[in-house]
């Protein structure tokens, strides 16, 4: 009986642990973004015609010029787009140079976007079945790619730039080597 | 007022079931016997204002009175009146007050009928079940009151999820309820055995009825979800290995373990230490399971009432109620003796393989489950799914389902080579016939292959038993087996079939073009929008024909529901006894074209009759085992009043 008796002190102490990793999981924030898997990877070949007219439009070769850059993936349907883009402005105004992929999108639409939002890219391309997008590994819009000057993607924000996140883009940019 | 009568009657028979606590556990003392007494009316009358604070609440949702939260937040008067009702317990705070009505109900069956066991015992399961249900209602009570009001009360409520709107899945987690509550009160049965170390095959006999029961809507829950998932979401499959099914298998297999060696210790007096394990076990699934769905830590398609705080909550009842109950059995592990031996071969030895089989596979989806959950912890994110889930599995199962095959005809205690050998015999060359010939006629997997020929063992091994009984005078337990065991082969002929050999098309199809799929054809007839009571849809006509028969007009709906706005994919199904087709609508391309999917799933209905079918074993069993009590109980009761009579005249 007292093998019975180690296998049952065991299975409390077992079951203790994994309440234990129960409580932490719980206790985490729970994190609903999926990192994309090419980050630290170069970029995947793609041409974009413009999307708007008076910009150009955006592919791969565009992005290992040896200038770092941001590239923004939005659309003028979507509603977090709008709130970060004063911050896309800072960041232009301080120097960065952004770049953009707009998804599913109209030239009228995002001429009317531009107007009232203001517009900080010096390129946008239109990725209107999302291939592009889904190939670097974005799942949604708003999200912003830090891309260094060989084309390899260094970092991925997801979701709407707070105010509080443009520090940390900027320093993101200067680490590829702005 | 209604809403306050209802959390009024709630704090009642939460004090009640504190009364029932303190009197069934102190009662056990000497000197305080007096106190045992109030045990049994304490648990009914319990039972009872749960019973009238839970119908309070199905009357608030019929009403929809929305000055209380959860009407508001889950109902709609638009609503057709059946899922008004079904929506008392389709979120959260109405499902766990169903979770402790259940429960005290359980309770107060318990105390009202029960007389096998020793009256101590009786008072410690009584007790034990007080404090579990203690648990669920200070949950209830204290972390989601479904009698809350709104301040203000909205025009209109928010409806319910359109998903849920369904007449399968309004009754598909009631059914899984109460066969989690079922286990509860196995655990309270094993509870007050320890406590009053009276591991006995009374006390087997005694909970067995329950196991049973629970047993039986677990089966019944589990058959209805698979089906809700293959018709509702419209993906074509019947099991997808989602941690919200895993979280209703668990149970299941830890029941049906607890069945069997319920049986062996109602028997044979043998596995004590094991069936009380398995107890425990089954229980703590349940927990786990609804822990796992509705604390939101594991993403599922069915993500349901998400919340960290309640999960939390769970997690206390979890480790309060299992912690206990394993250190309980730890301490009394000396008074629960090993009991009678037996041989390998014999009945007790093939259930003992049966069980050890089952705990495996628990294992295994239990591993499978939680693992996500474990790497995510070290920061590395990775899903487990069918590659996993699907081979292991079987490794423990289809050798399983050999034994289940022979097991049966094996004896108690001891049994020789001699007399069983020409049924294994046959039973083997069936299998290899079934395996030599599903190779040689067709390409399947593996997998499949292996299904069919176990399949075909266990069709005929489990009818093997009526051979040479006298089929009227068979007790219905034994018929409860059969019935069982062959709807076991059904099940799994109709997963094998179902994956060897459905065929599957994706097209977009203009007005007028003709599909094949398997042996159907189809042509897209119209499509064209209809309304229901809260939906608009698009609604294709679609003349099917199976081979050269007559054309049948299906329509199936993409289907959009306008309060809160959700997409749904209504299927249309044409079953024949050999199989279905399934047809979805899907959406509409830029040249309009419409985009359709139609499978030819031979033989897929085998897997949901093979379900009622074990469903309907359980019932037998439980019938004949509730007969055979009632009738004993008259038969004694007689036998006392003759002996009384006796004793006068003498």
Known sequence: M?????????????????????????????????????????????????????????????????RPKLVNVFASWCIPCRVEAPQLDALQRGGAEIVAIAIRDRPEDLAQFFATYGNPFSAVGADDVSAVQLSIGSSGVPETFVVDGQGVIRYQHIGEIRPEHVPLLQAKLQEAGA | MIAEFGLVCLWLAAALAGLQLVAGLLGLKSGWEGLAVLTRPAALVQALLCLVSFLTLVVLFARTDLSVALVAANSHSAKPMVFKLSGTWGNHEGSMLLWVTVMSVAGGLIASVERRLPERTMLATLGAQAFVALGFYAFLLFASNPFERLPSPPPEGNGLNPLLQDIGLAFHPPTLYVGYVGLSVAFSFVVGALLTRQVTPDFAK????????????????????????????????????????????????????????????????????WTVMLGVIAFSMSMVGTFLVRSGILTSVHAFAVDPERGGFILALLAINIGMALALFATRAGTVAEGERFSVLSREGALVINNVALSAILGVVLLGTLYPLLTEAFDVRVSVGPPYFNPVTAIFALPMLLVLAV?????????????????????AVLGLVVLAGVALLSDVGLLPLLGFAVAAVVLVGSLLPLKGRNLLRLPLATWGMVVAHFGVGIALFGMAADTAFQTERLVAANVGDVI?????????????????????????????????????????????????????SEVSLVTRWNGQLYVALGDQAQDGRWQLRLWWKPFVTWIWYGGLLIALGGVLALLGRVLTDVRRRRASTLIAARRGDAEVAA
């Open chain 1, 2 to 66: 007292n093998r019975l008796r180690l296998f049952l002190w065991g299975l409390v102490a077992a079951c203790l642990a994994l309440f234990g990793l129960f409580a932490y999981q719980l206790s985490q924030p729970k994190d609903e973004f999926i990192q994309s898997a090419m980050v630290g990877k170069t970029i995947p070949q793609f041409d974009l015609r413009p999307a708007i007219e008076g910009l150009p439009g955006l592919s791969s070769a565009d992005l290992a010029d040896g």
């Open chain 2, 206 to 273: 005694a909970m067995r009825p329950w196991v049973l029961g629970a047993w039986l809507f677990l089966t019944l829950g589990i058959t209805a979800g698979s089906y809700w998932a293959y018709y509702e979401l419209g993906w074509g499959g019947w099991w997808f290995w989602d941690p919200t099914e895993n979280a209703s298998l668990m149970p299941w297999l830890a029941a049906t373990a607890l069945l069997h060696s319920a049986s062996v210790l109602a028997a044979r007096d043998a596995l004590r230490a």
């Open chain 2, 407 to 427: 097991g049966p005809l094996l004896r108690w205690r001891g049994d020789k080579l001699a007399r069983v050998r020409w049924p294994m015999v046959a039973l």
């Open chain 2, 516 to 568: 094949e799929v398997g042996p159907w054809s189809a042509r897209l007839e119209s499509v064209a929008p209809v309304a229901g009571p809260n939906w608009t849809a698009l609604e294709a006509a679609i003349a099917v024909r199976h081979g050269d028969g007559a054309e049948t007009l299906t329509h199936p709906q993409a289907r959009s529901f306008w309060s809160p706005p959700t997409e749904t």
